[in-house]
């Protein structure tokens, strides 16, 4: 056993240090917000690598460890060839933090800051204090609604559509919400968040309808027993 053991170790150093298996082309895909050239330093692997000897676990730990990235798959080609295919992270709004405006995607997971040439078309949601990581607070359940509610205008409704909207705010436990176009509060509240939305579309298809928005102060649509309420200026 010790000797075929042995030989078994030998071959594998040999098949190791092979040209036969010395890597020609790694093909990384999925890319879109990646620099590939990133990916490729951080997996460690060269064109000098070889087939054999590398981890592929190793390979797609490195390579998760970008912050764009949400998970990887590393394949081999045999004998000469290595597929690294990157699944990116998807922001779905931008969170603002004490060091600044950060993606944030739909699990809740913030994981990159925004840069100066960034693309600044998502919804900003403020008053969060739960800091980058995520928990089980009541905070952080609060900032799962305003994520449904992003969610849920992401489907598209020409009433209110997740374009429309410029920010979410955090405040006192509970949710409102800003339009684009509208300077007045949207109050939320907690829970029922695709009823509430569901709601307020037909509130706001009624408004532009009648063309009523001039005068509305706030809308509530946590004002209880299935209704909303509307505010107006002066009363």
Partial sequence: MLLGGGLLFLCYEALGHSGFFQIVAIDIKGCERIDKDEILEMSGVS???????????RVRERVEGHRWVEGA??????????IISVRERAPVALINLDDGLHYIDKSGTVFAPLTASADLDYPVISGWTGGKGEGESDYAVVLQEALQIIKYAGRDNPNLPVQNISEIRIADNSVVMF?????????????????????????LYWLYKRKEFQGVAYIDADYGDDRILIGMDGG
């Fill in 179 to 203: 339009l684009t176009d509208r300077p007045f509060p949207i109050r939320l509240g907690r829970g029922e968040m695709w009823t509430k939305y569901s709601r307020l579309t037909k509130v």
């Fill in 73 to 82: 798959r590393v394949t081999g080609v045999w004998p000469d060839r290595l």
């Fill in 47 to 57: 064109i000098h690598s070889n087939l054999i000897k590398i981890s592929r676990r």
